[in-house]
Protein backbone atom coordinates (compact mmCIF):
# COMPACT_ATOMS: atom_id res chain seq x y z
CA UNK A 1 0.00 0.00 0.00
CA UNK A 2 1.75 3.25 -0.85
CA UNK A 3 0.98 6.22 1.35
CA UNK A 4 0.55 9.96 -0.55
CA UNK A 5 1.25 13.25 0.84
CA UNK A 6 -2.79 15.35 1.12
CA UNK A 7 -3.03 17.41 -1.52
CA UNK A 8 -2.19 21.16 -0.85
CA UNK A 9 -4.64 23.98 -1.29
CA UNK A 10 -3.68 25.80 -4.70
CA UNK A 11 -2.49 29.26 -2.44
CA UNK A 12 -0.03 27.02 -0.17
CA UNK A 13 1.48 24.97 -3.35
CA UNK A 14 4.96 24.94 -3.66
CA UNK A 15 5.96 28.07 -5.80
CA UNK A 16 2.59 29.62 -4.79
CA UNK A 17 3.20 33.49 -3.18
CA UNK A 18 1.44 32.28 -0.23
CA UNK A 19 3.55 29.49 0.53
CA UNK A 20 6.89 31.58 0.87
CA UNK A 21 8.65 29.77 -1.59
CA UNK A 22 8.18 31.67 -4.63
CA UNK A 23 8.52 35.54 -5.51
CA UNK A 24 5.37 37.83 -3.88
CA UNK A 25 3.47 40.01 -6.29
CA UNK A 26 4.28 43.24 -7.05
CA UNK A 27 0.98 44.38 -5.01
CA UNK A 28 2.57 42.87 -2.04
CA UNK A 29 6.02 43.85 -2.68
CA UNK A 30 5.20 47.77 -2.96
CA UNK A 31 2.98 47.48 0.14
CA UNK A 32 5.90 46.05 1.90
CA UNK A 33 8.44 48.61 0.73
CA UNK A 34 5.70 51.53 1.35
CA UNK A 35 5.26 49.73 5.15
CA UNK A 36 9.44 49.96 5.53
CA UNK A 37 8.98 53.42 4.21
CA UNK A 38 6.60 54.87 7.04
CA UNK A 39 8.95 52.59 9.37
CA UNK A 40 11.66 54.66 8.45
CA UNK A 41 9.81 57.71 8.65
CA UNK A 42 8.38 57.47 11.75
CA UNK A 43 11.72 56.14 13.65
CA UNK A 44 13.56 59.53 12.06
CA UNK A 45 10.19 61.54 13.49
CA UNK A 46 11.11 60.54 17.30
CA UNK A 47 14.92 60.29 16.29
CA UNK A 48 15.71 63.65 14.45
CA UNK A 49 14.16 65.83 18.03
CA UNK A 50 17.33 64.06 19.59
CA UNK A 51 19.80 63.68 17.43
CA UNK A 52 19.42 67.79 16.53
CA UNK A 53 20.01 68.76 19.71
CA UNK A 54 22.53 66.70 20.76
CA UNK A 55 24.16 68.12 17.62
CA UNK A 56 23.53 71.50 18.40
CA UNK A 57 24.71 71.74 21.84
CA UNK A 58 27.08 68.70 21.76
CA UNK A 59 29.11 68.37 18.58
CA UNK A 60 28.47 71.76 17.26
CA UNK A 61 30.25 73.46 20.35
CA UNK A 62 33.03 70.88 20.22
CA UNK A 63 34.16 72.12 16.37
CA UNK A 64 33.16 76.03 17.14
CA UNK A 65 35.60 75.56 19.95
CA UNK A 66 38.43 73.95 17.86
CA UNK A 67 38.09 76.87 15.31
CA UNK A 68 38.81 79.35 18.26
CA UNK A 69 41.28 77.79 19.14
CA UNK A 70 43.26 78.40 15.39
CA UNK A 71 42.42 82.16 16.14
CA UNK A 72 43.25 84.94 17.79
CA UNK A 73 40.52 86.86 19.38
CA UNK A 74 39.55 89.26 22.56
CA UNK A 75 35.34 88.97 22.05
CA UNK A 76 35.58 92.51 20.98
CA UNK A 77 37.07 92.56 17.36
CA UNK A 78 34.38 92.12 14.66
CA UNK A 79 35.61 88.91 13.47
CA UNK A 80 38.65 86.26 14.71
CA UNK A 81 41.86 85.88 13.71
CA UNK A 82 42.85 83.19 11.72
CA UNK A 83 46.59 82.43 13.51
CA UNK A 84 46.77 78.57 12.81
CA UNK A 85 48.42 76.01 15.66
CA UNK A 86 50.10 79.34 17.44
CA UNK A 87 48.17 78.70 20.65
CA UNK A 88 48.85 75.23 20.84
CA UNK A 89 52.34 75.84 20.13
CA UNK A 90 52.83 79.05 22.96
CA UNK A 91 50.36 77.26 25.26
CA UNK A 92 52.29 73.82 25.69
CA UNK A 93 55.67 75.28 25.44
CA UNK A 94 54.88 77.43 28.42
CA UNK A 95 55.85 76.56 32.05
CA UNK A 96 53.43 78.23 33.46
CA UNK A 97 50.50 75.75 31.52
CA UNK A 98 52.93 72.95 32.51
CA UNK A 99 52.19 74.18 36.34
CA UNK A 100 48.45 73.75 35.29
CA UNK A 101 48.78 70.40 33.55
CA UNK A 102 50.49 68.81 36.81
CA UNK A 103 48.16 70.61 39.22
CA UNK A 104 45.15 69.30 37.19
CA UNK A 105 46.71 65.69 37.22
CA UNK A 106 47.53 66.42 41.17
CA UNK A 107 44.10 67.55 41.39
CA UNK A 108 42.07 64.73 39.62
CA UNK A 109 44.51 61.95 41.40
CA UNK A 110 44.49 62.76 44.88
CA UNK A 111 40.21 63.91 44.98
CA UNK A 112 39.29 60.50 42.84
CA UNK A 113 41.63 58.09 44.58
CA UNK A 114 40.75 59.19 48.40
CA UNK A 115 37.56 59.74 47.33
CA UNK A 116 36.86 56.31 46.33
CA UNK A 117 38.91 54.67 49.55
CA UNK A 118 36.99 56.58 51.82
CA UNK A 119 33.66 56.13 50.01
CA UNK A 120 33.93 52.05 50.36
CA UNK A 121 34.81 52.26 53.97
CA UNK A 122 32.45 54.07 54.56
CA UNK A 123 29.88 52.31 52.48
CA UNK A 124 31.18 48.80 54.21
CA UNK A 125 30.31 50.50 57.48
CA UNK A 126 27.29 52.08 56.61
CA UNK A 127 26.08 48.35 55.55
CA UNK A 128 26.38 46.77 59.20
CA UNK A 129 23.10 48.85 59.58
CA UNK A 130 24.32 50.05 63.55
CA UNK A 131 22.07 52.03 65.37
CA UNK A 132 22.17 55.88 64.03
CA UNK A 133 23.08 55.03 60.44
CA UNK A 134 20.25 56.23 58.36
CA UNK A 135 21.63 59.50 60.47
CA UNK A 136 24.91 59.13 59.86
CA UNK A 137 24.17 58.56 55.70
CA UNK A 138 22.40 61.52 55.59
CA UNK A 139 24.58 63.93 57.35
CA UNK A 140 27.42 62.76 54.83
CA UNK A 141 25.33 62.44 51.79
CA UNK A 142 24.64 66.24 52.54
CA UNK A 143 27.63 67.88 51.09
CA UNK A 144 27.13 66.77 47.52
CA UNK A 145 23.88 68.20 47.19
CA UNK A 146 24.92 71.70 48.82
CA UNK A 147 26.10 74.53 46.51
CA UNK A 148 29.84 74.42 46.10
CA UNK A 149 29.82 77.87 46.27
CA UNK A 150 27.88 77.59 49.99
CA UNK A 151 30.83 75.21 50.65
CA UNK A 152 33.27 76.82 49.48
CA UNK A 153 32.53 80.11 51.92
CA UNK A 154 31.88 77.54 55.24
CA UNK A 155 35.33 76.53 54.32
CA UNK A 156 36.44 79.53 54.12
CA UNK A 157 35.66 80.19 58.22
CA UNK A 158 37.22 76.93 59.09
CA UNK A 159 40.55 78.12 57.71
CA UNK A 160 40.51 81.20 58.70
CA UNK A 161 43.64 81.18 60.83
CA UNK A 162 42.69 84.03 63.28
CA UNK A 163 38.81 82.71 64.48
CA UNK A 164 38.75 79.62 62.02
CA UNK A 165 37.97 76.06 63.80
CA UNK A 166 41.20 75.06 62.31
CA UNK A 167 43.22 77.49 64.38
CA UNK A 168 41.24 75.41 67.39
CA UNK A 169 42.56 72.44 66.31
CA UNK A 170 46.13 73.26 65.71
CA UNK A 171 46.25 75.27 69.53
CA UNK A 172 45.18 71.94 70.74
CA UNK A 173 48.49 71.04 69.85
CA UNK A 174 50.52 73.94 70.36
CA UNK A 175 50.84 74.47 66.84
CA UNK A 176 50.09 77.62 64.96
CA UNK A 177 47.34 77.27 62.24
CA UNK A 178 48.62 77.78 58.72
CA UNK A 179 47.47 80.67 56.23
CA UNK A 180 45.00 77.86 54.18
CA UNK A 181 44.09 79.47 51.10
CA UNK A 182 46.70 82.56 50.95
CA UNK A 183 50.07 80.46 51.08
CA UNK A 184 50.67 78.76 48.15
CA UNK A 185 51.78 74.99 49.97
CA UNK A 186 48.59 75.22 51.77
CA UNK A 187 46.24 76.78 49.53
CA UNK A 188 45.68 73.35 47.34
CA UNK A 189 45.65 70.78 49.68
CA UNK A 190 42.97 73.05 51.21
CA UNK A 191 40.67 73.00 48.14
CA UNK A 192 41.73 68.64 48.13
CA UNK A 193 40.10 68.70 51.28
CA UNK A 194 36.87 70.36 51.00
CA UNK A 195 36.75 68.58 47.76
CA UNK A 196 37.12 65.40 48.96
CA UNK A 197 34.82 65.80 51.82
CA UNK A 198 32.19 67.32 49.27
CA UNK A 199 32.16 64.45 47.02
CA UNK A 200 32.46 61.64 49.27
CA UNK A 201 28.89 61.17 50.33
CA UNK A 202 28.20 60.27 46.57
CA UNK A 203 30.66 57.97 46.48
CA UNK A 204 29.96 55.95 49.99
CA UNK A 205 26.05 55.82 48.79
CA UNK A 206 26.88 54.38 45.34
CA UNK A 207 29.06 51.86 46.65
CA UNK A 208 26.43 50.95 49.62
CA UNK A 209 23.82 50.48 46.98
CA UNK A 210 26.60 48.35 45.69
CA UNK A 211 27.17 46.21 48.41
CA UNK A 212 23.23 45.97 49.47
CA UNK A 213 22.73 43.86 45.64
CA UNK A 214 25.42 41.84 46.00
CA UNK A 215 24.90 37.80 46.57
CA UNK A 216 23.81 36.84 49.76
CA UNK A 217 24.62 33.53 49.15
CA UNK A 218 28.72 33.84 48.08
CA UNK A 219 29.09 36.31 51.66
CA UNK A 220 27.92 33.33 53.06
CA UNK A 221 30.06 30.66 51.54
CA UNK A 222 32.32 32.89 52.29
CA UNK A 223 32.04 33.05 56.15
CA UNK A 224 31.30 29.27 56.25
CA UNK A 225 34.83 29.00 54.61
CA UNK A 226 36.17 30.61 57.53
CA UNK A 227 37.08 33.60 55.85
CA UNK A 228 37.63 36.67 58.54
CA UNK A 229 35.91 39.83 57.47
CA UNK A 230 38.40 41.78 56.46
CA UNK A 231 39.04 38.75 53.79
CA UNK A 232 35.79 38.60 52.96
CA UNK A 233 35.79 42.11 51.73
CA UNK A 234 39.19 42.32 50.24
CA UNK A 235 38.74 38.81 48.49
CA UNK A 236 34.63 38.71 48.09
CA UNK A 237 33.37 42.60 48.39
CA UNK A 238 35.81 44.26 46.38
CA UNK A 239 36.22 42.37 43.01
CA UNK A 240 32.18 41.57 43.23
CA UNK A 241 32.05 45.75 43.28
CA UNK A 242 34.25 46.18 40.25
CA UNK A 243 30.90 47.58 38.17
CA UNK A 244 30.32 50.21 40.52
CA UNK A 245 34.01 51.26 40.80
CA UNK A 246 34.53 51.28 37.20
CA UNK A 247 31.45 53.61 37.01
CA UNK A 248 32.61 55.50 39.35
CA UNK A 249 36.38 56.58 39.03
CA UNK A 250 34.94 57.20 35.06
CA UNK A 251 32.38 59.74 36.33
CA UNK A 252 34.88 61.28 39.53
CA UNK A 253 37.24 61.42 36.95
CA UNK A 254 35.31 63.76 34.49
CA UNK A 255 33.86 65.70 37.47
CA UNK A 256 37.30 66.13 38.86
CA UNK A 257 38.91 67.95 35.85
CA UNK A 258 35.77 70.14 35.62
CA UNK A 259 35.87 71.65 39.34
CA UNK A 260 35.59 75.36 39.52
CA UNK A 261 33.08 76.01 41.96
CA UNK A 262 35.61 75.66 45.19
CA UNK A 263 38.43 76.95 43.52
CA UNK A 264 36.27 80.37 42.09
CA UNK A 265 35.33 81.26 45.82
CA UNK A 266 38.36 79.76 47.85
CA UNK A 267 41.18 80.96 46.23
CA UNK A 268 40.28 81.80 42.29
CA UNK A 269 43.46 79.71 41.03
CA UNK A 270 46.25 81.71 43.67
CA UNK A 271 48.43 82.06 45.18
CA UNK A 272 51.14 82.28 42.48
CA UNK A 273 48.80 79.84 40.55
CA UNK A 274 48.86 77.16 42.68
CA UNK A 275 45.82 76.10 42.31
CA UNK A 276 45.33 76.91 38.71
CA UNK A 277 43.36 73.34 37.18
CA UNK A 278 42.74 73.21 33.80
CA UNK A 279 39.17 74.14 33.97
CA UNK A 280 40.20 77.11 35.87
CA UNK A 281 42.57 77.86 33.63
CA UNK A 282 40.35 77.87 30.65
CA UNK A 283 37.75 80.60 32.38
CA UNK A 284 40.85 83.29 33.31
CA UNK A 285 41.77 83.21 29.74
CA UNK A 286 38.54 83.87 28.00
CA UNK A 287 36.77 85.86 30.83
CA UNK A 288 39.82 87.82 32.89
CA UNK A 289 42.23 88.29 30.00
CA UNK A 290 40.13 88.20 26.76
CA UNK A 291 42.20 86.01 25.59
CA UNK A 292 39.27 83.43 23.84
CA UNK A 293 41.66 81.46 21.43
CA UNK A 294 43.95 80.21 24.19
CA UNK A 295 41.15 79.35 26.74
CA UNK A 296 39.80 77.53 23.42
CA UNK A 297 42.69 75.88 22.68
CA UNK A 298 42.97 74.76 26.63
CA UNK A 299 39.30 73.36 26.28
CA UNK A 300 40.81 71.37 23.25
CA UNK A 301 43.34 69.73 25.13
CA UNK A 302 40.79 69.21 28.14
CA UNK A 303 39.05 66.98 25.55
CA UNK A 304 41.24 65.16 24.60
CA UNK A 305 42.88 64.47 27.58
CA UNK A 306 39.30 63.28 28.83
CA UNK A 307 38.83 61.17 25.61
CA UNK A 308 42.14 59.64 26.02
CA UNK A 309 41.53 58.67 29.73
CA UNK A 310 38.12 57.36 29.20
CA UNK A 311 39.16 55.18 26.27
CA UNK A 312 41.87 53.57 28.40
CA UNK A 313 39.55 52.89 31.30
CA UNK A 314 37.69 50.77 28.71
CA UNK A 315 40.01 49.72 26.59
CA UNK A 316 42.45 48.10 29.82
CA UNK A 317 40.54 48.61 32.86
CA UNK A 318 37.36 46.71 31.60
CA UNK A 319 39.20 43.68 31.67
CA UNK A 320 39.23 43.42 34.95
CA UNK A 321 35.89 44.35 36.13
CA UNK A 322 33.57 41.30 36.97
CA UNK A 323 30.08 41.70 35.71
Known sequence: MSLEAPALPADRAPGSAASGLGPLPPQRLAAR????????????????????????????????????????????????????LTNYT?????????????????????????????????????SKKLRGTPVVTGVVFAPHVVSGAAIAV???????????????????????????????????????IVSIWKGVGFVSIVYLAGIQGLPSDVLEAAKLDGASAFQSFTRV???????????????????????????????????ASSTTTLSWFIYEQAFQRSNVGLSAAAGTVMFVLLMIIT?????????????
Request: positive net charge; without cysteine; charged residues 10%.
Open 311 to 323: AFQFRFVERKVHY
Open 237 to 271: ILPLLSPTTFFLVITQTIGAFQAFDLIAVMTSGGP
Open 154 to 192: VWLFIFDPNYGLARVVFDLFGAQSPSWTTDAHWALPALL
Open 33 to 84: RRRRRRGYALFALFAFPNLALIAVFAYWPIIANLYLSLTDWDFISPQPLFIG
Open 90 to 126: SMLASPSFHKVLWVSVVWVLVVVGISLLLGVLLAALF
